[in-house]
């Protein structure tokens, strides 16, 4: 009887020393992808991101130096700035309205 609960006893503990390999090799392997995908994702970010940075940079240059410069100065003198309303939302009545004038042409 004391031979086959050490036999069981062995059996299991052999089976939990496999269990926990397998769980330290899948955590380093995790570790590894996780690693592969910030990588990549830093890679990418890194090649469609600078034009945004060169923009950021420059916008930090311009408010380091002071306040904004005033609108009318970056204009050419006797040019005019025309500040239109927003258009009114488009409506179904003004969208048929709209689609019946590019339809119905004179003759």
């Known amino acids: 009887m004391d031979r086959e609960?050490?036999?069981v006893d062995t059996a299991s503990a052999d089976r939990i020393r496999i269990l926990e390999f397998q769980v330290d090799h899948l955590r380093r392997e995790l570790e590894l992808l996780e690693a592969r995908h910030a990588e990549a994702i830093y890679s990418?970010?890194?090649h469609f991101g600078w034009p945004v940075r060169v923009i950021e940079?420059?916008?930090r240059r311009a408010l380091a130096r002071g306040a904004a410069p005033a609108p009318d100065a970056?204009?050419?003198p006797g040019a005019r700035l025309d500040l239109q309303p927003p258009p009114q939302p488009m409506t179904a009545e003004r969208l048929a309205a709209r689609i019946a004038r590019r339809i119905v042409r004179p003759v």
């Open 57 to 59: 940079r420059a916008i």
């Open 44 to 46: 990418v970010a890194w």
């Open 5 to 7: 609960t050490s036999a």
């Open 74 to 76: 970056a204009m050419p």
